[in-house]
Nanobody, 127 residues
């Protein structure tokens, strides 16, 4: 059974940084594109970053330049480095396993292409 577990969320001041981690169990992450989504209070879930099987990345325009997604293939883990955090980044962040049908260089920020969701980790940006 494919499962992912997020960690690394917390309370941080504006301008601070966090690194979120997503650990896989029951499967090898190398065979899947992976994505990070977030859902702020009262808003719809949105995709913020993804990484394809071959390491190609994509970002939502609102986070480009501040968020960096990466794979740790040896650890079967994906990370999301978040810098220069803003109050509007406050949300529950979800790790997602994308459809295995995606091409090697392809990743998408679409909920309907998610096969497995993590339980989420809360990031709160406040002074």
């Amino acid at each position: 059974q494919l499962q992912v577990v997020e960690s690394g969320g917390g309370l941080v001041q504006p301008g601070g940084s966090l690194r979120l981690s997503c650990a896989a169990s029951g499967f090898i992450m190398d065979y899947y594109a992976m994505a990070w989504f977030r859902q702020a209070p009262g808003k719809e879930r949105e995709g913020v970053s993804c990484v394809s099987k071959d390491g190609t990345t994509d970002y939502h325009s609102s986070v480009e330049g501040r968020f960096t997604v990466s794979r740790d293939r040896a650890a079967n883990t994906v990370h999301l480095q978040i810098n220069n955090l803003k109050p509007e980044d406050t949300a529950v962040y979800y790790c997602a396993v994308l459809s295995r049908a995606l091409l090697a260089r392809q990743c998408v920020l679409q909920s309907n292409r998610v096969e497995v969701w993590g339980q989420g980790t809360l990031v709160t940006v406040s002074s």
